[in-house]
């Protein structure tokens, strides 16, 4: 099945093209480890997610382009197009002339209505396209205008227009010192209107990003391309095909539904998270071997201890004793910065995935006590290396990850809205006081909800 990336705003359109980047690269590197006929079925079931081919014969990215300025959508369209390995379709983008000031509701109540016709009918022909859809993939910043507000929109659009196709939201999480003085506020907005519309919520954040640029990949000056092409990297690992239990032999067919159906038991959660092991320089790769019962350990403790890489990480956590006649939502065992899972995915790509020991994610103190901790754990793997690694696994996590992240962003716009700062210029646009009380709402409950796992 096909999956339809939505690019949104420059953060959106910078992160789209690194993705595309990362999984051409994939594809096109030599992978000895593999028959020639693995390969190929490799290649075929990337080619059906992520591209269509036309005359050229040169693989166009499945991707709509939207941004309210044209510079970056026509740099992205060029910069892709020189690679010789992938382009874009000159037509599946839309800009124009004014851009959103960094305000959630000139995105939200101007542009969004304003376009909406235009902008549908992209997605629209692009769905038309694809012999069988399986979903949109949305990629947005949270903290500006276009990506945060227009990207609220056009997903709102989406489920109306495709009720049963799957949506999930890229969702990159501003650096805590601040990129924009109101970015609280688009970040809270963003997130209760995505929570409302879309089937999950998978969310980078910039700060962890940001460490794995310099402590694990040892760039001295960090570019946004060095945290997008680590982002890309990351999210290249979970959504190249592998084989799932259910899939058999067979690459899986429908990426998006298996995620959601493997991450997302209940409605009520819906925040992903995704860490990746091991992440190092393409030089250092040479020198470097890994076990898969050391990569496994780690992963597993970056789990329970909530490490976004594994440097630094406290392996003082232990998960709480099971057995208590306490209830374990309000259990007295747990202990302090221990992180409970809804449900985790490991994907695992490289020699001697049919031998991983994964028995130590299938502990049922890991998880909240109302899933079986058959239905918590899920594993997809492929003997196929990705981009030089010649092992590598990804955790995607439901689990209380962004609880602090999330109770900090919603705490600072309580504390402006309070004191009435910088409102005035979200009610010139349409958003009513009543519309920001609606969201401390919403993402309180969401709080609530991760709290008592």
């Known amino acids: 099945m096909s999956i339809i990336t939505v ?9 789209g093209r690194e993705v595309f980047n990362a999984i051409c690269s994939d594809v096109h590197g030599t992978h000895g480890l593999c028959s020639k006929k693995e390969n ?22 499945r991707a709509v382009l939207i941004d309210m300025e044209p510079k970056v959508i026509s740099q992205t369209l060029s910069i892709a197009a020189r690679s010789g390995f992938w382009k874009y379709d000159d037509r599946s983008h839309f800009c ?52 945060s507000g227009l990207g609220a929109f056009v997903t709102q659009c989406l489920r109306d227009a495709f009720p049963t196709s799957f949506i999930l939201n890229h969702v990159i999480w501003p650096y805590g010192t601040g990129e924009v003085i109101v970015q609280n506020y688009n970040s809270v907005l963003t997130l209760s209107h995505l929570y409302k ?8 954040e910039n700060d962890v990003i940001h460490k794995i640029c310099a402590q694990l990949m040892n760039i001295k000056q960090i570019s946004f391309r060095d945290v997008n092409q680590v982002i890309a990297h990351q999210l290249g690992s979970v959504f190249q095909p592998t084989y799932t239990a259910e899939s058999g032999s067979r690459y899986s067919r429908n990426p998006l539904g298996d995620l959601m159906e493997t991450l997302v038991p209940h409605p009520e959660f819906k925040m992903l998270g995704l860490r990746n092991i091991p992440q190092m320089p393409e030089n250092s790769l040479a020198y470097s071997t890994f076990s898969w019962p050391g990569l496994i350990k780690h992963l597993r403790q970056m789990l329970i201890a909530n490490a976004k890489m594994e440097e630094g990480i406290d392996w003082q956590v232990r998960p709480p004793c099971l ?35 994964l028995g130590s994610f299938r502990d049922p103190s890991l998880y ?38 999330l109770d900090n962003v919603v705490g600072k716009a309580w504390n402006m809205f309070a004191s009435k700062a910088y409102v005035h210029q979200y009610t010139k646009f349409g958003i009513e006081e009543e519309d920001f009380l609606d969201s401390f709402t919403a993402l309180e409950q969401v709080i609530s909800s991760y709290s008592i796992l």
């Open 96 to 147: 124009q002339k004014q851009g959103s000031g960094n305000n959630w509701a000139n995105g939200y109540s101007v542009h969004g209505p304003r376009h909406k016709e235009v902008i549908m009918n992209l997605l629209q022909k692009e769905a038309e396209k694809c012999d069988r859809l399986g979903g949109f993939f949305t990629v947005m910043s949270m903290a500006g205008g276009t990506g």
């Open 197 to 204: 519309s879309s089937d999950a919520l998978l969310v980078h």
């Open 368 to 405: 909240t006590s109302w899933i079986n901790p058959q239905d918590a754990f899920n594993a997809w793997k492929t003997p196929r290396a990705f981009n030089k690694y010649e092992k590598s696994a990804a955790l995607v996590s439901n689990s209380q990850f962004l609880l602090k992240p």
């Open 40 to 61: 190929e079925s490799y290649h075929d079931a990337c080619k059906e997610r992520f591209f269509s081919e036309e005359e050229s014969e040169v693989p166009v990215a």
């Open 323 to 357: 057995g208590s006649s306490v209830p374990s939502s309000h259990s007295t065992n747990k202990p302090l910065h221990f992180n409970t899972s809804i449900a985790n995915l490991v994907v695992l790509r490289g020699k001697d995935t049919h031998s991983v020991d």
């Open 7 to 15: 690019q949104l705003g420059q953060c959106g359109n910078q992160i």
